[in-house]
């Protein structure tokens, strides 16, 4: 009995990773940061790129991977170089959990897909935690992160569930864009609802935005699997 092929589709794969950049850009704010965010981003991309076919001509798979390899490797070892450590805290985790995704996402075998990018999920909160334990971090900027790490993780998952399904000349871009937009929309009202609980509600702890952080975490996920 042939594999089956793990071709999840296009749209929701790029979404996906374009959610992890966000959530690691809301709580890496500098320059240099968002420039090793870029590259990537833009390193990912070709990897995931490198792995599919295409009707026009391009270079090839191989090509496509070992240069968006070089670029994810080039900037994690710029974000651990920064001068400042704890712009290294804000930035790395993000960084290896995008490209944790980006494997999931890239057709290959499907037997490890889905840990990849539950991997990639776990690697960008920890990231998260990292950030409110080491620099007391505001709850917006790590209710923000986690809601945009676990909308990224959803997406994928939507991704390889349809790849799954359907045929890879299937008309899915809307179904991808609706429930990418519906995470995203749920992610946001769950950020506000939070932020106003907290406002109201906690004082004086020094975990307690990061208590919140988790407890809505948990929230979201269980709601997204129902």
């Known amino acids: 009995m042939s594999e089956v092929r793990h071709r999840p589709t296009p749209l929701a794969s790029g979404l996906a990773l374009l959610l992890c950049g966000v959530s690691t850009a809301i709580l890496a704010p500098t320059l240099d940061q968002r420039v090793a965010i870029v590259a990537a981003l833009a390193g990912v991309g070709l990897v995931v790129a490198g792995g599919r076919e295409f009707e026009a001509p391009v270079p090839q ?65 920890v990231g998260v935690a990292l950030v409110g334990v080491f620099e007391a971090a505001g709850p917006l900027r790590l209710l923000g992160g986690t809601a945009a790490a676990i909308a990224a993780w959803d997406v994928a998952e939507h991704g390889i569930s349809l790849g799954e399904q359907l045929r890879t000349d299937a008309r899915t871009r809307s179904v991808e864009l609706l429930h990418t937009g519906t995470t995203s929309a749920y992610g946001a009202v769950t950020v506000v609802v939070a932020l106003v609980v907290y406002e109201h509600g906690a004082t004086g702890l020094p975990l307690s935005a990061l208590v919140l952080l988790l407890a809505a975490a948990v929230t979201l996920l269980a709601l997204l699997y129902r």
């Open 61 to 125: 798979g191989w090509l496509w991977t070992a240069l968006g390899a070089a670029l994810v490797l080039g900037a994690i070892l710029r974000g651990e170089t920064l001068a400042d450590p704890r712009q290294s805290i804000e930035l790395v985790p993000g960084l290896v959990g995008m490209a944790l995704v980006g494997l999931g996402v890239r057709p290959l075998g499907q037997r490890f897909a889905r840990r990849f990018v539950s991997a990639g999920l776990a690697v960008m909160i």
